[in-house]
């Protein structure tokens, strides 16, 4: 199975910040990486998939970058809806693997 | 309204069986593959099945496998997950998700196996 880490696993940020969060795979799995948000007892929601691709209706502030093995998701300016858990997975090869997450909360 | 909605849900014991479902609605199911993913309280997401559009390709993870079923009726707009032999690692929240990068998500339903 392709095992997925993220780094860091937390980090407290305040508004208007830039943050990026890292997301490794342990084999090369192409550009299929998606990245969701997750706030507390709600569903995911759908953020990036191919690596850098915004779904619908995704704020420009959202990027994603990456190929291969290491991947990125950066938040150009933090907003106050932004925090929350960020999970990447990958999607090249079953069974299909999410990171263990990364909790973004207020500094 | 494109959505999906989970239900079937609720307490079981060890050793026992459930059967989930999802309604869609707002898009035709039978144009994507489908997805069931899981979240164990207070831990991180896992995939568990997916099925392709005619329901003819199935993939699991390791952890469900002979014991879980993905199935899907596209005439009725509906996803299934037949999970038997039940056990305490199971207890979660499962999602139903719409394609193989998941775009859509359903609310999720809890699913609790205890004695």
């Known amino acids: 199975d392709i095992q997925v880490t993220q780094s860091p696993s937390s980090l407290s940020a305040s508004v208007g910040d830039r943050v990026t969060i890292t997301c490794r795979a342990s084999?090369?799995?192409?550009?299929?990486l998606a990245w969701f948000q997750q706030k507390p007892g709600k569903a995911p929601k759908s953020l990036v998939f191919l690596a850098s691709i915004l779904q619908s209706g995704v704020p420009s502030r959202f990027s994603g970058s990456g190929s291969g093995t290491d991947f990125s998701l950066t938040i150009s300016s933090l907003q106050p809806e932004d925090f929350a858990t960020y999970y990447c997975q990958q999607y090249k090869s079953y069974p299909f693997t999410f990171g263990p997450g990364t909790l973004v909360d207020i500094k | 309204e494109v959505q999906l909605v989970e239900s079937g849900g609720g307490l079981v014991q060890p050793g026992g069986s459930l059967r989930l479902s999802c309604a869609a609605s707002?898009?035709?199911?039978?144009?994507?593959?489908m997805t069931w993913v899981r979240q164990a309280p207070g831990k991180g997401l896992e995939w568990v099945a997916n099925?392709?559009?005619?329901?003819?390709?199935?993939n699991y993870v390791d952890s469900v496998k002979g014991r879980f079923t993905i199935s899907r009726d596209n005439a009725k707009s509906s996803l299934y997950l037949q999970m038997n032999s039940l056990r305490a690692d199971d207890t979660a929240v499962y999602y139903c998700?719409?394609?193989?990068?998941?775009?859509?998500w359903g609310q999720g339903t809890l699913v609790t196996v205890s004695s």
């Open positions: 099925i392709n559009e005619d329901g003819n390709e199935k």
């Open positions: 998700a719409r394609g193989t990068a998941v775009a859509l």
């Open positions: 707002g898009f035709t199911l039978s144009d994507f593959r």
């Open positions: 084999q090369g799995i192409s550009n299929y």
